[in-house]
């Protein structure tokens, strides 16, 4: 591990964006000729802006999905897109995907953990392990831990984790992530999901600094997508998403962005000149965000602005690297 590691302070810069900026605005510009990136879920929802903004700025984006086919229609009109067959649930899935990207013999520039699962009821992969940490943290970790020698490669990538404000349902359970010995609660298992992609933005930044690999987390901000698609009409009412007759309003309600908005922070994470020599950080509305302090967690419905130091805590980003290689067998090894 990188004993040099210099943090970058978890304090708004500022960038000079906020929450209206378009991710082709947070792009800065950036030419992205020659580069490679790789959105996981770049085919709906702020992923597929993503993958939009990222090709559009001259990168090739190889665009992973459990069913190619069906995103194809997606993507038809993005130049340099490559579609690719990849489950984040299947240990095996990750590592066919994986090899078959190094095979190739390119470097990875940018590679944005995008794909997501939220609220979702409990189901169990083939490992026994709990979905939303399976899914969303997991297969995350070892798909990066795959492609390292790629990001390496590089010798100036960053990897873009997406977490959320969902990091205020709570922090990582490392006596019972998978809900073996407590009753299941979607909310809080999705809130552990999103607290280790932040954590695990910490870990890998202080691993891949010396390397030219950085890593930043992301809160995209509340945006109507396909992610709510396993919550109840009452909950989607309750967040303004539904009308009174269960219709889905046709406007972007207060408080949330549009598709175009959301993906902005992680296309400036991705690429905006802003960042170079940074990493490590929780980033919001495209910039880093501010360090807020621990609130009780049955304070869910305060407005989380940015950052609770649960999120960030490199003692616990360090805890979460050894449960993540212990539950994958996965030993990532980044020297």
């Given at each position: 591990?990188?004993?040099?590691?210099?943090?970058t302070?978890?304090?708004?810069?500022p960038?000079?964006f906020?929450?209206?900026?378009t991710a082709k605005e947070?792009?800065?510009?950036?030419d992205?000729?020659g580069k490679?990136?790789?959105?996981?879920?770049?085919?709906?929802?702020?992923?597929l802006e993503t993958?939009?903004?990222?090709?559009?700025?001259?990168?090739?984006v190889?665009v992973?999905a459990?069913?190619?086919?069906k995103?194809r229609?997606?993507?038809?009109?993005?130049?340099?897109?490559e579609?690719?067959?990849?489950d984040?649930?299947?240990?095996?899935?990750?590592?066919a995907?994986a090899q078959?990207?190094?095979?190739?013999g390119?470097?990875?520039d940018?590679l944005?953990?995008n794909?997501?699962?939220?609220?979702?009821?409990l189901?169990r992969?083939?490992?026994?392990?709990?979905s939303?940490?399976?899914t969303?943290?997991?297969?995350?970790?070892q798909?990066?831990a795959?492609l390292w020698p790629?990001l390496?490669?590089s010798g100036?990538?960053?990897?873009v984790s997406?977490?959320?404000?969902?990091?205020r349902?709570?922090?990582?359970?490392?006596?019972?992530?998978s809900?073996e010995r407590?009753?299941?609660e979607?909310?809080r298992?999705?809130?552990?999901?999103?607290?280790?992609?932040?954590?695990?933005?910490?870990a890998l930044d202080?691993?891949?600094?010396e390397?030219?690999?950085?890593?930043?987390?992301?809160?995209?901000g509340r945006?109507?997508?396909?992610?709510?698609?396993f919550m109840?009409?009452?909950e989607?009412r309750a967040?303004g998403?539904l009308?009174?007759?269960?219709r889905?309003?046709?406007t972007?309600p207060a408080?949330y962005?549009?598709?175009?908005?959301g993906a902005?922070?992680?296309?400036w994470?991705?690429?905006n000149?802003?960042l170079?020599?940074?990493?490590?950080?929780?980033?919001l509305?495209?910039?880093?965000?501010?360090?807020?302090?621990e609130?009780?967690l049955?304070?869910?419905?305060?407005v989380?602005t940015?950052?609770l130091?649960?999120?960030i805590?490199?003692?616990l980003a360090?805890?979460l690297?050894q449960?993540?290689?212990?539950?994958?067998?996965?030993?990532f090894?980044?020297s």
């Amino acid at each position: 591990m990188n004993e040099q590691y210099r943090a970058t302070p978890q304090m708004p810069l500022p960038s000079g964006f906020g929450p209206q900026t378009t991710a082709k605005e947070a792009l800065g510009g950036r030419d992205l000729s020659g580069k490679t990136a790789i959105v996981t879920g770049g085919y709906s929802g702020i992923g597929l802006e993503t993958t939009r903004v990222l090709a559009e700025a001259g990168a090739t984006v190889i665009v992973p999905a459990r069913t190619p086919e069906k995103a194809r229609a997606s993507v038809a009109d993005i130049p340099r897109v490559e579609l690719e067959e990849l489950d984040l649930m299947e240990p095996a899935s990750i590592d066919a995907f994986a090899q078959r990207f190094l095979a190739s013999g390119r470097p990875l520039d940018i590679l944005v953990n995008n794909a997501g699962i939220m609220a979702a009821p409990l189901v169990r992969d083939e490992r026994g392990y709990e979905s939303q940490f399976a899914t969303n943290h997991l297969g995350h970790f070892q798909l990066t831990a795959r492609l390292w020698p790629a990001l390496k490669q590089s010798g100036d990538a960053r990897v873009v984790s997406v977490s959320s404000a969902g990091i205020r349902f709570g922090g990582v359970d490392f006596d019972d992530p998978s809900f073996e010995r407590q009753e299941y609660e979607k909310y809080r298992a999705y809130g552990q999901s999103k607290t280790a992609n932040a954590l695990f933005a910490v870990a890998l930044d202080k691993r891949g600094q010396e390397h030219g690999v950085r890593a930043f987390s992301v809160h995209p901000g509340r945006i109507m997508t396909d992610l709510a698609r396993f919550m109840s009409d009452d909950e989607l009412r309750a967040m303004g998403m539904l009308d009174e007759q269960g219709r889905r309003v046709a406007t972007t309600p207060a408080g949330y962005k549009t598709i175009e908005q959301g993906a902005a922070t992680s296309v400036w994470c991705a690429a905006n000149a802003q960042l170079d020599g940074k990493g490590g950080v929780y980033c919001l509305d495209a910039d880093i965000a501010e360090l807020m302090p621990e609130f009780d967690l049955q304070g869910v419905a305060q407005v989380l602005t940015g950052v609770l130091p649960h999120a960030i805590d490199p003692g616990l980003a360090e805890r979460l690297w050894q449960l993540s290689e212990d539950m994958t067998g996965v030993t990532f090894r980044t020297s």
